[in-house]
């Protein structure tokens, strides 16, 4: 007895246009076109041929009728990147060593733009290093 989600192995029996009839064991299946890729499939004779063995996974059973759903796509997809992947660098520096290029730029940034308050003149706004 063969159940949903299985991997089997079957022969192909026949291609017509919407699918491959495959014979696994006492069952008969079907791939429907779908199933042979994500991309478009122009022809499943690209993917199998009649007579080929091939390892397929079950998508769905009927007992009473001795017929199997399958995909070719789940277990052949083809993996890989194309192109290059992009390199990140990920993190943060610690408080610690931040702090004195933040005041740094902060400091930078007062000397360019004058402060909006008097309290500097007045000498209410003290900074420490």
Do not use: C, W
């Not at 491959?20 to 429907?32: M, N, P, Q, R, T």
């Amino acid at each position: 007895m063969i159940k949903k989600g299985e991997i089997v192995y079957g022969k192909i029996t026949n291609i017509l246009g919407y699918g491959a009839f495959v014979s696994v064991g006492e069952y008969d299946g079907l791939i429907h076109i779908s199933e042979f890729s994500d991309k478009y499939v122009r022809s499943i004779d690209e993917y199998v041929s009649v007579g080929q063995r091939v390892k397929l996974k079950v998508l769905d059973v009927d007992e009473k009728a001795k017929r199997l759903k399958l995909s070719y796509k789940l277990l052949h997809k083809q993996r890989g990147v194309k192109g290059e992947v992009p390199k990140f660098i990920i993190g943060f520096k610690t408080l610690r060593k931040a702090i004195p290029d933040f005041i740094t730029k902060e400091l930078e940034k007062i000397k360019r733009e004058p402060l909006k308050t008097n309290l500097l003149k007045e000498g209410k706004l003290k900074i420490k290093f």
